[in-house]
C-alpha cells in the first residue's frame, strides 16, 4: 500500500493508478450481467428531412429481437437539451442532422441487433440544408427550428465598451486578421457508453460515461415522463470526456429500453464511427479581427465579429459562444471594444463543449492579430505583450474588474528569462538545409465557474467509517483528469490522515449528493472548498469526543492524528475506530455545500449572456511559447520544443497539474497541426482514428509547465483551475512560429503539410 503523507507537496501515486494500469478498474462499457440486452440507435443519414415514416416489418421478424421503438413510445416530452430542450430523443417531426436517432432497437445479442438496424427503413422528405455559417444568417436561409424565435440563431451577443470608431481615428497602426476554425474531435478512449435496468422496485438503475449525473437525471425524468426520484445514476472510472459527456449521450436511450425490458440489464456501446457521427464537436468558428494600438504599442481599440456554427441543437452552444465573447480581447488593457457574437444553428454535425469551451477559436485569432500588430510596430512579440497584460486591480477588456489573483506580468517575466527565449535566435540560426525555424508566442486566460447567474455550487460529504477510516462521498465526476486524488489530498491535509486511511465514493445520485458538472475549469476549486469545510467540521467532531473521553479541560490539548486522537500533555491516544464507536452516527459524518462567488461587474446588461455565464470573476494566466521547424521540401511543420508558463493559484499536486497542462498543449498541437474533421455537406467524411490524425507520444515535443507562485484567496487551499487553459495556447503559437520561420501565417488550421507547402510555394520558396 503506498504511504501518503499530509504533505501537500507529495508526490503520491494515485489512487486509482493500480487499477487503470492493471485493467482491474471498471468502465462504463464494463458492465454486462445475465440475460443481457443490447440496445441500438437506427441513425436519420440525412442532414435536414421531413420525417414521414418508419417502416419496421422486416426487422421485427428477425429472431433475436425483442423490440423496436419510435418516438411514439415516449411518454415525456422527448427533448432533451441543457438549457434550450431542442433535441429529440427520437425524431417525431424532422430530422436536423445526420445523428439525429429515428428508431431504438432491443435484441438479444448484437449480431441481431447490426442487423435489425440494416432492415429498418426510414421514410424522408428532403428539405434543403444550410451548411454554411453566415449562409444560415441570410433572411431566406431553410429554418433550422421553425418556432426558434430568432430563426437561426441560437443567440448572439454584443459588448460595447469605450468610443470604439472615434479610438480606431487616433490609432497610429492598424491591422485586419480573419481566421477560420475548424472541428475538433474529443476522440476519448472511452466512446460513449452505458447500462440500465428495471428494478423490481420500479426504480431504474444508469450507469453511464458521464460529467454530468445529477443534471442528466432531470433531463432523462423529463424527456421520458418519469419521477426523478426513481432514477438512480452511477458514474464508474471516466475513460476520457473533455466536455464531450457534458449531457445526455446514451441515458435517454438506455432509460428507454430498460423500461421495455424490465429486470433486464440493458447495454449500449457506440463503436467509434457512431461516436464520430452522433458526439459532439469543438464549435467551428469564423472570426472576424480589427486591432489599433498607439505609436508604443499599447491597444486603444478592439472590433470583432465572431461567428460559431453550433449544428442543429443548443448543446450549450449559446454558452460556449458566451465564454469565447468574453475572452475575445484576452488578458489586456482594452479602453474600447466592439465585440459581436453569433451561435448559429446548421444541419453540420453537433458542436458542443469541448475543453476550452469557445476560447480556443478566439485566442488563435487575436494573438495571431497581436502578433501582426507588433510586426507592423517592430516590437518584438514579448514587448507588445508585457506593454498590454493586465494587473491585479486593473479592468480586463469587456470591463470586469481583477480583484482575484492576476499573475500574467509574473508569467511573462519568467518566460523572458527561460532559456528557450534568450536562446532562441542561435537556435533558429542553427537549422540544417532545407529547413526553417521560429519561435512564437501567445498569452491565455480562462474563467473558471459558470457566471453570475447559475449557481456554482457543489456539496461535499465526509464520514467517519466503523474502522476509523475517512470515506469522502464525490459527486462530481473524475474524467480521468485526478481531482479525485486531490480531494484525498486534501482531506488528508485537513484530517492529518495517509492515503491509507482515506477512501471515495464516485458519484452515485442515491449516494453522494450534487456536486455541479465536471467542466469549467471548477471541479477542483468548488468541490474542493465544500470538501474543506465539511472536513473541519468532521475533525472538530472528533476532537471534542476525544476531549470528552480524555477529560481535558481544554480542546487545544487534543491533537488528531494518523489513525487515533493524541491527548498533547498525557501522550494518552485513542484510536480512531473507538471515536467512531462512541460518536452518535450523524456526528461521524459532515456535509458542507460551497458556493462560488461571482463578478459584480455586468459588462452587459443582456440577461441571456448572464444566464449563459457572462461575467467571471477569477481567472487564470499564462503565457505559451512554441519552438517549429519547418521542411520547406515537405511543408511538414514540428514542434520541437514548447514552454507553458502558468498561474493557476498554489498547486496542490505538481505532478497532477503537470499532466493537465501537458495534456491540454497535445490536445493543442493537434487541433494545430493534425486533427481535421471532414464533412461534406451531409456527410461526414472522417469515420475512424484512422482519419482522424491525433498526435501520438512520438510527435509531441518536449513540454516544459513552470508555474508562477501565486495565491487565489477564494480557492481550496489557494487553488484556482488548471483544466482548460493549456489548450488556449497552442495554435496561436504554433501560427506565431510558422510565421516567424517562413513568413507565412495560414487562414485557417490544422497547418498541414499540404496547406503549408502550398503557401510557401506561392512565395516561391
Known amino acids: 500500500m503506498t504511504t501518503f503523507s499530509p504533505d501537500l507537496a507529495n508526490f503520491s501515486v494515485r489512487f486509482d493508478a493500480p487499477g487503470k494500469v492493471t485493467g482491474a478498474e471498471k468502465y462504463a462499457a464494463d458492465y454486462y450481467g445475465p440475460d443481457l440486452v443490447w440496445a441500438g440507435v437506427k441513425r436519420a443519414g440525412a442532414a435536414h428531412a421531413r420525417l414521414k415514416g418508419i417502416d419496421c416489418r422486416e426487422a421485427e421478424k428477425l429472431p433475436g429481437i425483442l423490440g423496436i421503438l419510435s418516438h411514439k413510445d415516449i411518454r415525456g416530452t422527448n427533448r432533451q437539451g441543457i438549457i434550450r430542450r431542442d433535441?429529440?430523443?427520437?425524431?417525431?417531426?424532422?430530422?436536423?442532422?445526420?445523428?439525429?436517432?429515428?428508431?431504438?432497437?432491443?435484441?438479444?445479442?448484437?449480431?441481431?441487433?447490426?442487423?435489425?438496424?440494416?432492415?429498418?427503413?426510414?421514410?424522408?422528405?428532403?428539405?434543403?440544408?444550410?451548411?454554411?455559417?453566415?449562409?444560415?444568417?441570410?433572411?431566406?436561409?431553410?429554418?433550422?427550428?421553425?418556432?426558434?424565435?430568432?430563426?437561426?440563431?441560437?443567440?448572439?451577443?454584443?459588448?460595447?465598451?469605450?468610443?470604439?470608431?472615434?479610438?480606431?481615428?487616433?490609432?497610429?497602426?492598424?491591422?485586419?486578421?480573419?481566421?477560420?476554425?475548424?472541428?475538433?474531435?474529443?476522440?476519448y478512449l472511452e466512446t460513449e457508453a452505458g447500462w440500465a435496468r428495471m428494478e423490481p422496485d420500479g426504480s431504474l438503475t444508469l450507469v453511464a460515461s458521464t460529467q454530468t449525473p445529477f443534471r442528466d437525471c432531470f433531463e432523462v425524468a423529463e424527456a421520458l415522463g418519469l419521477d426523478r426520484e426513481t432514477?438512480?445514476?452511477?458514474?464508474?472510472?471516466?475513460?476520457?470526456?473533455?466536455?464531450?459527456?457534458?449531457?445526455?449521450?446514451?441515458?435517454?436511450?438506455?432509460?428507454?429500453?430498460?423500461?421495455?425490458?424490465?429486470?433486464?440489464?440493458?447495454?449500449?456501446?457506440?463503436?467509434?464511427?457512431?461516436?464520430?457521427?452522433?458526439?459532439?464537436?469543438?464549435?467551428?468558428?469564423?472570426?472576424?479581427?480589427?486591432?489599433?494600438?498607439?505609436?508604443?504599442?499599447?491597444?486603444?481599440?478592439?472590433?470583432?465579429?465572431?461567428?460559431?456554427?453550433?449544428?442543429?441543437?443548443?448543446?450549450?452552444?449559446?454558452?460556449?459562444?458566451?465564454?469565447?465573447?468574453?475572452?475575445?480581447?484576452?488578458?489586456?488593457?482594452?479602453?474600447?471594444?466592439?465585440?459581436?457574437?453569433?451561435?448559429?444553428?446548421?444541419?453540420?454535425?453537433?458542436?458542443?463543449?469541448?475543453?476550452?469551451?469557445?476560447?480556443?477559436?478566439?485566442?488563435?485569432?487575436?494573438?495571431?492579430?497581436?502578433?501582426?500588430?507588433?510586426?507592423?510596430?517592430?516590437?518584438?512579440?514579448?514587448?507588445?505583450?508585457?506593454?498590454?497584460?493586465?494587473?491585479?486591480?486593473?479592468?480586463?477588456?469587456?470591463?470586469?474588474?481583477?480583484?482575484?489573483?492576476?499573475?500574467?506580468?509574473?508569467?511573462?517575466?519568467?518566460?523572458?528569462?527561460?532559456?528557450l527565449w534568450t536562446g532562441k535566435e542561435a537556435w533558429k540560426a542553427s537549422a540544417g538545409p532545407f529547413k526553417r525555424r521560429g519561435v512564437g508566442l501567445a498569452c491565455v486566460m480562462h474563467g473558471q465557474g459558470y457566471g453570475p447567474v447559475v449557481p456554482d455550487v457543489a456539496t461535499a460529504k465526509i464520514e467517519l467509517t466503523g474502522p476509523g477510516c475517512f470515506r469522502i462521498y464525490s459527486g462530481v465526476v473524475d474524467m480521468g483528469q485526478g481531482n479525485s486524488h486531490t480531494y484525498l489530498q486534501i482531506a488528508g491535509e485537513i484530517l492529518n490522515q495517509p492515503q491509507s486511511r482515506l477512501e471515495i465514493v464516485r458519484p452515485d445520485t442515491r449516494e453522494t449528493l450534487p456536486g455541479g458538472s465536471a467542466s469549467?475549469?471548477?471541479?477542483?476549486?468548488?468541490?474542493?472548498?465544500?470538501?474543506?469545510?465539511?472536513?473541519?467540521?468532521?475533525?472538530?467532531?472528533?476532537?471534542?469526543?476525544?476531549?470528552?473521553?480524555?477529560?481535558?479541560?481544554?480542546?487545544?490539548?487534543?491533537?488528531?492524528?494518523?489513525?487515533?486522537?493524541?491527548?498533547?500533555?498525557?501522550?494518552?491516544?485513542?484510536?480512531?475506530?473507538?471515536?467512531?464507536?462512541?460518536?452518535?452516527?450523524?456526528?461521524?459524518?459532515?456535509?458542507?455545500?460551497?458556493?462560488?462567488?461571482?463578478?459584480?461587474?455586468?459588462?452587459?446588461?443582456?440577461?441571456?449572456?448572464?444566464?449563459?455565464?457572462?461575467?467571471?470573476?477569477?481567472?487564470?494566466?499564462?503565457?505559451?511559447?512554441?519552438?517549429?521547424?519547418?521542411?520547406?521540401?515537405t511543408g511538414l511543420v514540428e514542434v520541437k520544443k514548447y514552454l507553458a508558463v502558468s498561474d493557476c493559484g498554489r498547486i496542490i499536486n505538481p505532478r497532477i497539474f503537470e499532466q493537465q497542462i501537458q495534456g491540454g498543449i497535445a490536445q493543442g498541437l493537434g487541433y494545430a497541426l493534425t486533427e481535421e474533421f471532414r464533412v461534406e455537406q451531409e456527410k461526414v467524411l472522417t469515420r475512424d482514428l484512422a482519419a482522424y490524425i491525433l498526435p501520438t507520444a512520438l510527435d509531441l515535443p518536449d513540454m516544459e509547465s513552470v508555474p508562477v507562485a501565486s495565491f487565489e484567496p477564494s480557492g481550496p487551499l489557494g487553488l484556482k483551475g488548471g483544466g482548460e487553459i493549456a489548450v488556449d495556447g497552442p495554435l496561436p503559437a504554433v501560427a506565431n512560429a510558422l510565421a516567424e520561420a517562413c513568413g507565412i501565417r495560414l487562414s485557417q488550421n490544422p497547418f498541414t503539410p499540404e496547406r503549408v507547402l502550398r503557401a510557401l510555394r506561392e512565395q516561391g520558396v
Open 231 to 419: 432514477i438512480r445514476l452511477k458514474v464508474p472510472a471516466c475513460g476520457g470526456a473533455f466536455g464531450g459527456k457534458d449531457g445526455i449521450t446514451v441515458q435517454s436511450l438506455l432509460a428507454l429500453a430498460a423500461l421495455y425490458c424490465p429486470g433486464r440489464p440493458v447495454k449500449m456501446w457506440w463503436d467509434r464511427e457512431e461516436s464520430f457521427t452522433v458526439s459532439c464537436k469543438r464549435h467551428p468558428a469564423r472570426l472576424y479581427y480589427r486591432l489599433g494600438a498607439d505609436s508604443e504599442g499599447r491597444f486603444q481599440a478592439l472590433e470583432a465579429r465572431l461567428h460559431y456554427d453550433t449544428g442543429p441543437y443548443d448543446h450549450l452552444g449559446g454558452a460556449v459562444m458566451t465564454l469565447g465573447l468574453e475572452h475575445a480581447g484576452g488578458p489586456y488593457r482594452l479602453p474600447n471594444i466592439d465585440l459581436k457574437a453569433w451561435a448559429v444553428y446548421t444541419n453540420n454535425p453537433l458542436s458542443g463543449p469541448f475543453r476550452g469551451f469557445g476560447v480556443p477559436q478566439v485566442n488563435a485569432a487575436l494573438e495571431q492579430t497581436i502578433d501582426l500588430l507588433a510586426r507592423k510596430l517592430n516590437l518584438s512579440p514579448l514587448e507588445i505583450r508585457k506593454r498590454n497584460a493586465v494587473v491585479a486591480g486593473d479592468q480586463n477588456a469587456i470591463g470586469v474588474h481583477l480583484t482575484a489573483s492576476t499573475h500574467l506580468q509574473e508569467c511573462l517575466a519568467v518566460l523572458e528569462t527561460h532559456p
Open 87 to 187: 433535441q429529440p430523443v427520437l425524431v417525431d417531426d424532422k430530422v436536423r442532422y445526420p445523428g439525429d436517432a429515428i428508431a431504438l432497437v432491443l435484441a438479444e445479442n448484437r449480431e441481431a441487433l447490426g442487423r435489425a438496424l440494416g432492415l429498418i427503413r426510414v421514410h424522408l422528405e428532403p428539405l434543403p440544408g444550410v451548411f454554411d455559417l453566415e449562409a444560415a444568417l441570410a433572411e431566406d436561409a431553410p429554418l433550422i427550428h421553425e418556432h426558434h424565435p430568432e430563426g437561426n440563431v441560437l443567440l448572439k451577443g454584443h459588448l460595447l465598451r469605450g468610443e470604439v470608431r472615434e479610438a480606431f481615428q487616433h490609432c497610429a497602426v492598424l491591422v485586419e486578421f480573419v481566421f477560420q476554425t475548424p472541428y475538433q474531435e474529443h476522440a
Open 520 to 633: 469549467a475549469s471548477r471541479t477542483t476549486y468548488t468541490f474542493g472548498r465544500a470538501l474543506i469545510e465539511a472536513a473541519q467540521e468532521l475533525k472538530q467532531k472528533i476532537r471534542e469526543k476525544g476531549a470528552e473521553l480524555f477529560g481535558a479541560w481544554d480542546l487545544e490539548e487534543v491533537i488528531l492524528m494518523p489513525s487515533v486522537v493524541s491527548h498533547v500533555p498525557t501522550g494518552w491516544k485513542i484510536p480512531l475506530s473507538r471515536i467512531a464507536g462512541e460518536l452518535a452516527p450523524e456526528d461521524c459524518l459532515a456535509i458542507h455545500s460551497f458556493q462560488a462567488p461571482i463578478a459584480l461587474d455586468r459588462p452587459s446588461p443582456d440577461p441571456a449572456l448572464q444566464l449563459h455565464g457572462l461575467p467571471h470573476l477569477i481567472f487564470s494566466y499564462g503565457v505559451h511559447l512554441a519552438a517549429v521547424e519547418v521542411d520547406e521540401l
